[in-house]
Each structure stands twice: as C-alpha cells, then as structure tokens.
C-alpha cells in the first residue's frame, strides 16, 4: 500500500509567479485536502476536495486553487505569489471518516 | 484567532518517564480532536483520537484524555522512550476525522535516554 507522496519536495520561486504542486493520494482514498504549514505554525487548511469537487474551504485567497482527477490525485495551484507564500504544502488523503493521511510536504520559498 | 492552543512549545522528559502534553480549545463546535507526531522531514502521523462523547481513549502507551467544561486535552505518554522524540500537533475539527482540521502550533518533545 503506498502511502501519500508530494512532488517536488523543494522549490524556490520569484514573487509574482505561479507554481503547481502536485499530490497523488493513498490507494482507494477519494477525499484530499491541503494545508499550508508556516515555520513555527501548525498546519492551516486551505482546501478539500471530494470525487474531484470542491468540499470546504479555509480562509485563503482565490490565488490559491486547487484540482482533483478521476484517479483521486490532485493539484494545488497558487497564482501571483507573494513572500508569505513561503511554507511546507501538505497533501492529506482520507477515506470519509477516516483520519487523513498525510505526505512529506512541498517545501516553497518564495525570494 | 487561535482556536487550538498548545501554550507550551517544548517538553523535556527523562525515558521511562510521563510525558503528558496539552491542549487547549475555544471553540465549542469542535467534536472530534486528534493527535498528529511529526518527524523532521516527514508528514504529520496519525497517533490517536478521542470523540465528544468519550472523555479517555487509549491505545498502548498513548492515552488521550478530554475535559469538555474546561475545553482541554491532553495526550499522556507512558512509558516515554527516545522514539517519541517529535512534534505533537493537538487538532480538532466538528464535522469528523478528514474534515476540516485545525490545528495547534505544536509541542517538541525530547526524550532523554
């Protein structure tokens, strides 16, 4: 069974331009959501998807968008990034009512 | 607004030892709260959780307790080894396990040999 797996697991990017991150979700898992970790923070939600629909919302800008596909991975886009856009970006996968799963996480820096 | 509050960042306990690491809440929707050990360089594992309608849940060494009129958790560690050495996040969400979480900043615990 593997587990949740982000890539990339490191990238630097320039104010102002955009970046996907991507996440493919545990086997049989249909729920994803994602979470921005910033340094000395606990993990904040930004958004969950269920059999690729939009499920929940945090309190995010619309930059930040997201897809799920038919096989349950998913993308995390953010457009016009800004230097507080610096953080880990978790991906989680549940079976409803289950607890989430989560990857290693997508390290952004933004210079 | 801090929903989810771990007011202590860092906990030192000798081996063998309890280790007891708590949180503390404010909102009165949340239903169901969770435990999550983070490594260095991994995602958050699942540990442990306890619903509203319990007020102790245990599983080996890990027991978690739940104070509902104080709005307060705790996660007890007994006995603690050099393994548990990690990041605890305390979460809490009011619709289920894999929804929504919010979750505290988290408390480093070091488990000296």
């Known amino acids: 069974e593997t587990g949740v797996t982000q890539s990339p697991t490191h990238l630097i990017k320039t104010r102002g331009q955009q970046v996907t991150l991507r996440c493919s979700s545990q086997?049989?898992?249909?729920?994803v959501s994602w979470y921005q970790q910033a340094l000395g923070q606990g993990p904040q939600f930004i958004f969950q998807?269920?059999?690729?629909?939009?499920?929940g919302r945090g309190n995010f800008p619309p930059r930040f968008s997201g897809l799920q596909f038919p096989n349950y991975s998913s993308e995390l886009n953010v457009n016009a990034l800004e230097l507080d856009d610096s953080a880990l970006y978790l991906c989680a996968s549940s079976f409803p009512g289950q607890f989430y799963t989560f990857g290693s996480g997508t390290r952004l820096t933004v210079v | 607004d801090q929903q989810v509050k771990q007011n202590s960042p860092s906990l030192s306990v000798q081996e063998g030892r309890i280790s007891i690491l708590n949180c503390d809440y404010t909102n009165s929707m949340f239903d169901y709260f969770l435990w999550y050990k983070k490594y260095p360089a991994e995602g958050p594992t699942f540990l442990i959780s306890?619903?509203?309608?319990?007020d102790k849940n245990e599983d080996g060494r890990f027991t978690v307790f739940l104070n509902k009129s104080a709005k307060h958790l705790s996660l007890h560690i007994v006995p603690s080894q050099p393994g548990d050495s990690a990041v605890y996040f305390c979460?809490?969400?009011?619709?289920?396990?894999?929804?929504?979480?919010?979750f505290g900043k988290g408390i480093t615990l070091s488990v000296r040999p």
């Open positions: 979460a809490a969400s009011h619709t289920g396990a894999n929804s929504k979480l919010t």
């Open positions: 306890i619903s509203s309608i319990k």
């Open positions: 998807y269920y059999r690729e629909e939009e499920n």
């Open positions: 086997s049989g898992h249909n729920t």
